[in-house]
């Protein structure tokens, strides 16, 4: 016979019971902060309004009225304030998004490098750290926009160091391929590769639970998206224009190319935030007990394997969360791209206060923006670290 379980208790509207207190001091909390804000919106609209000042996003419908020196997609003085602000976001995107990855790369091999056994690459690593992390980031942006605005060579006398590739004091040209309706296949061909790349991940991982067999993962998952590449480059007919540079006698013509102001935050915030992230997987690693690396050695694995197969997985559920802290912080930093004239949403937002007086309105926009992104990044990031946990058996 079955316990019965215990009857609810009936729910209590006293102001004896700590339940319904509990309640009452949320809800007043509540009704005050709101209070306080209507007052305080209302106050600034009423001042604003005595003062002669305008106020609402109608102006985002309006022609901005100025120029965007580097966009990804095109833009003309007499399109709105609306496209001009999405301009300033896609640049914020682009330099935090390339910028993530590089610094997860060059932290992780930073961190990894910070406890090897080779003395001179410990050193140098951890010089590394030292150095970047403690020079402040807007310093770090001055010098690196010092070396490619001054200590480059001209256009006239651009580096040159592969085939199409121009080097110079105007920034990066290189050669990109001219789009074709064949291009489309060898996208598909690569998305279809990355699936076949996770497909293999998985399967090794499986045999590797079966039979405590370890195959190789990354060398052929690289090998099979560069053949799904390549198949759908044949499929779609092979196309192979390119726009490739140009030198001439004043000036670099033609292909891609890259601003100063660009690589100068590309290059400040990886390797700023490359420090940080190094010293999280090196915590993360020494994390793991003591004890597993007696394991790996009994099981026969080199340090590379041991690293990548027993350690990170393991320094994962420590390393992700700060992790994800120094995701938020490079996007945010990327702010300080106005000190060196790169145009990323904070700049756009500037130039627009500037012409419409609506600073309210502006720096809404831009905190609206960066709270998405950041709360984007934060969900990515925790389903991830959901997804790593070690699951017991």
């Not at 990855?101 to 090897?116: D, F, N, P, Q, Y």
């Not at 969360?321 to 996007?331: A, D, F, H, I």
Request: proline share 5%; net charge positive; glycine share 10%.
């Amino acid at each position: 016979m079955t316990a019965s379980s215990a009857p609810p208790k009936p729910r209590s509207f006293s102001w004896r019971s700590k339940a319904f207190r509990n309640v009452v001091y949320q809800v007043v909390a509540l009704t005050l902060v709101i209070a306080l804000g209507a007052y305080l919106v209302h106050n600034t609209l009423q001042n604003m309004r005595v003062r002669g000042i305008q106020s609402g996003f109608d102006f985002i419908t309006q022609p901005a009225g100025f120029s965007i020196g580097e966009s990804l997609m095109p833009f003309d003085s007499a399109e709105s304030y609306g496209k001009a602000f999405l301009v300033g976001l896609s640049n914020t995107l682009r330099v935090a998004v390339i910028g993530i990855v590089l610094a997860t790369l060059l932290g992780t091999l930073v961190g990894i490098g910070r406890l090897s056994h080779n003395f001179l690459l410990r050193t140098v690593c951890s010089a590394y750290v030292e150095i970047f992390r403690n020079v402040p980031l807007l310093l770090q942006l001055f010098i690196w926009y010092f070396v490619l605005t001054e200590l480059l060579p001209p256009i006239e006398t651009a580096m040159n160091p592969l085939a199409g590739v121009f080097f110079s004091k105007n920034g990066l040209q290189f050669p990109v391929p001219l789009w074709s309706g064949g291009h489309g296949f060898t996208l598909a061909g690569l998305a279809l590769g990355a699936v076949g790349a996770w497909g293999w991940s998985r399967s090794v991982r499986q045999h590797l639970h079966a039979t405590g067999k370890i195959r190789p993962v990354v060398w052929p998952a690289l090998l099979i998206v560069v053949a799904g590449g390549v198949l759908g480059w044949l499929v779609g007919g092979a196309p192979g224009g390119l726009d490739t540079p140009e030198k001439t006698e004043l000036n670099v013509v033609g292909g891609g190319a890259v601003t100063p102001e660009f690589l100068t935050m590309l290059i400040g915030l990886t390797v700023y935030t490359a420090s940080y992230i190094a010293e999280i997987v090196r915590g993360g690693i020494q994390a793991v007990p003591f004890g597993q690396h007696e394991a790996a050695a009994a099981l026969g694995l080199s340090r590379r394997m041991e690293v990548r197969l027993v350690q990170l997985p393991q320094a994962l559920r420590v390393i992700i969360p700060p992790l994800t802290s120094q995701y938020l912080n490079l996007t945010k930093n990327s702010s300080l791209a106005v000190a060196v004239g790169y145009p990323d949403l904070v700049s756009i937002s500037n130039t627009s206060l500037n012409q419409t007086g609506r600073a309210i309105e502006c720096i809404a926009l831009v905190m609206a923006c960066y709270l998405t992104l950041s709360l984007l990044t934060a969900a990515f990031m925790n389903a991830y670290n959901k997804r790593s946990l070690i699951k017991e058996r």
